[in-house]
T-cell receptor, first 115, second 111 residues
Framework: QKEVEQDPGPLSVPEGAIVSLNCTYS??????FMWYRQYSRKGPELLMY????GNKEDGRFTAQVDKSSKYISLFIRDSQPSDSATYLC???????????????FGQGTILTVHP | EAGVAQSPRYKIIEKRQSVAFWCNPI?????LYWYQQILGQGPKLLIQ????????DSQLPKDRFSAERLKGVDSTLKIQPAKLEDSAVYLC?????????FGPGTRLTVT
């Protein structure tokens, strides 16, 4: 069993739709949860970062973490064609000192938003 | 602020040949990472440096892969000899704190 599971999609939605992306995980040591966006032939870029359980909103993006269910989500409101990319969830255990950055990634969900 | 630089962007080699990738992190970032991203998968950490010391290389295939970070700045990742299953994008990232900044990657094809 992989530590982080993510539905690879692909997911195709019309412009303006609400998109829901999800990951499940098995390692209860994960405390830091991130979502990265990766455009074709580019490196991933950080979208959202949350610590422990709860919600975080940034513009059209909302990240949710439910540690009791080992489940995280990213919601995109009013999706735009420019949101078309691969979305990667990533997780890290309790950070401290050089523990920063030992990220475990999901396999990514390919999202296409068509006009 | 300049981003993470990587070269070359693309490389095609035959199996059993050797290859090297170069990474220049963002200035001031003490932590540097090398990831392997196979098509259709998320990045997998190969090695993490803190300044010029190795923090984690548990997933680095040490019989064929090696990496160094001289003077705590630039880094090189080498594969010798390459296998077909090494075909992937090799991503370099750097961080000052928790946020990792990724370079564009080097796409390696082993034939």
């Amino acid at each position: 069993q992989k530590e982080v599971e993510q539905d690879p999609g692909p997911l195709s939605v019309p412009e303006g739709a609400i998109v829901s992306l999800n990951c499940t995980y098995s390692n209860s040591a994960f405390q830091y949860f991130m979502w990265y966006r990766q455009y074709s032939r580019k490196g991933p870029e950080l979208l959202m970062y949350t610590y422990s359980s709860g919600n975080k909103e940034d513009g059209r993006f909302t990240a949710q973490v439910d540690k009791s269910s080992k489940y995280i989500s990213l919601f995109i409101r009013d999706s735009q064609p420019s949101d078309s990319a691969t979305y990667l969830c990533a997780m890290s255990p309790n950070a401290g000192g050089t523990s920063y950055g030992k990220l475990t990634f999901g396999q990514g969900t390919i999202l296409t938003v068509h006009p | 602020e300049a981003g993470v630089a990587q070269s070359p962007r693309y490389k095609i080699i035959e199996k059993r040949q050797s290859v090297a990738f170069w990474c220049n992190p963002i200035s001031g970032h003490a932590t540097l990472y090398w990831y392997q991203q196979i098509l259709g998968q998320g990045p997998k950490l190969l090695i993490q440096f803190q300044n010029n010391g190795v923090v984690d290389d548990s997933q680095l295939p040490k019989d064929r892969f090696s990496a160094e970070r001289l003077k705590g700045v630039d880094s090189t990742l080498k594969i010798q000899p390459a296998k077909l299953e090494d075909s992937a994008v090799y991503l370099c990232a750097s961080s000052y704190w928790y946020e990792q900044y990724f370079g564009p990657g080097t796409r390696l094809t082993v034939t």
